[in-house]
C-alpha cells in the first residue's frame, strides 16, 4: 500500500533477524545460534565423531604419557638432583633422550594434523544432514596430507610469531586465520590460498568471530580442565582422563570452526545445503 495517493507502493519491509533465506540456505547467526546448533548437531553424531577422535587420540596420547613418564620425568629428574658433574656426565644419554621426544612429538603432530582434517570433514558433513562417515574423512584426510600439514604450519607460524612480538597481533591473526583449515576441507583452497580465504571471509567480521572462538575455548577448557583435574596425579589415571576431555570436546570444537567459517561465508554470499554438498563432493 503506498503512503502517497497515487504514489509508488514501497518495497515491503525485510525479514526479521533468523529468517531462513529459503529451502536448504545459509543465513548469518548469532553467537547462541551458532552454539545451539553445534550442540544439536553434537547431540545427533556424538558416537561417530568421537571414535573419529578416538582413532588416534587413545594411542597417541597413550604413547606421550608412556614416554613423559618412563623417559622425559626420569631424565629431567636425575639431571637435577646429581649436579653439574653428573649433567655433564649423562649430557649425551639426555641429549639423545630429547632428540627422540622431539621426533615423537614431530610424528605427533603429524598424525594430529590428519585427525583435525578427519574431524573437520566429518563435521562439514554433519551440518548439511549428511551421515558423518568415518573411514571416508580419515581416507579424505590422509589423501589431502601434504596440503592439511602446510595450511596447519602456516597458520602456526604466523600465529605464533604474533605471539612472540606481542599477544594482541598473535590473537589477531589466529582469529582472522581460523577458518583457514575448512577453507581448505570445503572448498579445496591450499597453501596460502586458504589463508587468505579465511582472512577475507573474516574481514569485517572480527569482533563476531572472535567472541564465537573465545566462548568455545572457555566451554571446552571447562571441561578439560575438570577432567583433567579428576585424573590426579597418578600418570595413567591422568591419561585416561585426558583422553576422554580430548575425545568428548574435540568434536565440539570442530563443529564451531564449521560453523562459523559457514556463517561468515552466508553474510558475505549466497550458500546453501546443496553448494555445500557439491564442494565437499568436488574435494574426495
Do not use: C
Not at 124 to 141: F, K, L
Amino acid at each position: 500500500m503506498s503512503d502517497v495517493p497515487g504514489g509508488p507502493t514501497p518495497p515491503p519491509p525485510p525479514p526479521p533477524p533468523g529468517t531462513p533465506p529459503g529451502p536448504g540456505g545459509f543465513r548469518p547467526r548469532t553467537l547462541g545460534e551458532i552454539l545451539s546448533e553445534a550442540f544439536r548437531i553434537y547431540r545427533e553424531n556424538a558416537a561417530k565423531l568421537m571414535v573419529i577422535v578416538a582413532v588416534v587420540v587413545v594411542p597417541l596420547s597413550f604413547i606421550g604419557a608412556l614416554l613423559g613418564h618412563f623417559v622425559g620425568e626420569p631424565t629431567l629428574h636425575r639431571v637435577k638432583i646429581l649436579g653439574q658433574p653428573a649433567t655433564i656426565e649423562y649430557s649425551r644419554s639426555f641429549g639423545v633422550t630429547i632428540l627422540a621426544l622431539l621426533i615423537a612429538a614431530a610424528i605427533g603432530v603429524i598424525i594430529w594434523a590428519i585427525l583435525q582434517a578427519a574431524i573437520l570433514r566429518g563435521a562439514a558433513q554433519a551440518t548439511i544432514g549428511d551421515p558423518v562417515d568415518v573411514e571416508a574423512s580419515y581416507r579424505w584426510g590422509l589423501s589431502r596430507f601434504g596440503s592439511v600439514l602446510l595450511v596447519a604450519l602456516l597458520v602456526g607460524i604466523v600465529v605464533g610469531v604474533g605471539f612472540i612480538l606481542l599477544i594482541i597481533p598473535g590473537l589477531i591473526f589466529l582469529v582472522f586465520l581460523s577458518v583457514s583449515e575448512p577453507a581448505l576441507i570445503v572448498e579445496n583452497r591450499r597453501g596460502t590460498e586458504a589463508l587468505k580465504r579465511s582472512w577475507n571471509l573474516v574481514r569485517g567480521h572480527f569482533w563476531h568471530a572472535l567472541v564465537v572462538i573465545l566462548i568455545a575455548a572457555i566451554l571446552t577448557g571447562i571441561v578439560q580442565g575438570i577432567l583433567t583435574a579428576i585424573g590426579g596425579h597418578n600418570w595413567f589415571v591422568r591419561w585416561i582422563f585426558s583422553a576422554i576431555a580430548q575425545i568428548l570436546t574435540s568434536p565440539f570444537s570442530a563443529l564451531v570452526t564449521v560453523l562459523l567459517y559457514l556463517d561468515l561465508r552466508a553474510r558475505k554470499e549466497a550458500l546453501t545445503a546443496e553448494r555445500l554438498r557439491t564442494e565437499l563432493a568436488s574435494g574426495m
